[in-house]
């Protein structure tokens, strides 16, 4: 997709990370940081998901290195080297993420996701999320006003879709891969700006 059409569409699209400061403009609805998911993270792959649970828990950025230790850890993921990849690569995001949204904590959410979990394209009820898929398919969205022409993110790939609290009429809706009966997995991470005097709505 090449520039003069990125200016045209709600969606701006790069291969390089500062893409993700395109959200912040108003007529910007999704910004797409299109990346190979680093090597390091590709023993994801083999993690035993039924030995570990979902995490979804709120996280001042102050002490985020340790709130996602603590949380990996309860879920069971495996304690070795490897799993300070996954943390390294949770928190970076979550603080380019907060830095962006300019909130002091945020919600994170890192899930296996065996079924089609948002079966509709909609738009969240927040001001933002940051959604990658670090295993699996990954999420799908569309054009409010193209709604029969489907883009599908590749794993690895960092998406932050603007909620309805910034946008009531969202022109981009996203919603996760059917995969019901397929047999595939995904390990989805998503990330919300969150205020602990006021919870933040999840749809």
Known sequence: MNADLLEQTAAAIGNDEAILDRIMIPG?????????????LGWVDEIAWNAINDLDFPAPIAALETEIAEGLTEAGYPQDDEVGT???????????????????????????VETDACRKFHADVVTARLLTTLSGPATQWVEAAVPDRIHQ????????????????????????????????????????PYDPAREVTHV
């Open 28 to 40: 910007t609805h999704l910004a797409l940081w299109r990346r190979t998911r680093p090597a390091r």
């Open 86 to 112: 996954l943390r390294e690569e949770i928190s970076a995001l979550a603080r380019r993420f907060a830095a962006l949204m300019g909130c002091d904590w945020i919600r994170l959410r890192l899930e296996v």
């Open 153 to 192: 993110l590749a794993t690895g790939d960092v998406a932050i879709f603007k909620g309805r609290l910034l946008a009531e009429e969202p022109a981009i809706l996203h919603r996760s891969p059917p995969i019901a009966g397929t047999g595939d997995k995904r390990l989805l991470l998503a990330i919300d």
